[in-house]
């Protein structure tokens, strides 16, 4: 065989690829086009089977035509490409005390202004920025704080929902939990 023919089928793959990856990865954002519907002048039912298609139908007839194009291997292999990128961005197993620390802050500091917010819009004065920013910051932080944490994070918010799960505290610290609570009594 030549070296031209082997290119031809590498360059047909190649591009068979490209457009596998943008068909799978592009229904992901079709509902994203909702707002878009919404807004068009349309009949109500219009609008609402359009946004269905856009969320239950064609984000998986896309996927189907991505898989026909490439292939079940092809698309297992796309699979694992997108996965596996995604994987690499995912938290630590074990994190610094100090970063463990900045998540915890970033884990709570949303949900206590969250708690206290219905309050501080009563206060008078001008609001300095719109609602839905302060919104978009909190959701932002509190998420983000997940990645801060880290994997050791994860599975003890797991734990809490396994009956059977028990605290394991480190030596040190359960002796400094009893010598508090034998100073205190």
Known sequence: MSADSLLIPQRSVN???????ILWVGGFFLPL????????????ATKTALSGLLVFGLPQLLT???????????FHYLKERVF?????????VHVSRLRYRIG???LFLPLAVSLLEPYITLLPGPALLPHWIYAAVDDTLFLASFFVLGGEFWDKVMALFIYEARAVLPAT???QVAESLSVKA
């Open 104 to 106: 915890l802050v970033m």
């Open 84 to 92: 596996g990128a995604a994987k690499r961005l995912g938290p630590r």
């Open 64 to 74: 189907i035509i991505a898989i026909a194009i490439v292939g079940k291997s092809g």
């Open 15 to 21: 591009w068979r690829m490209r457009v596998a990856l």
């Open 173 to 175: 610290a359960s002796a």
């Open 33 to 44: 086009a909702i707002p878009l519907v919404s807004g068009m002048p349309l009949p109500v």
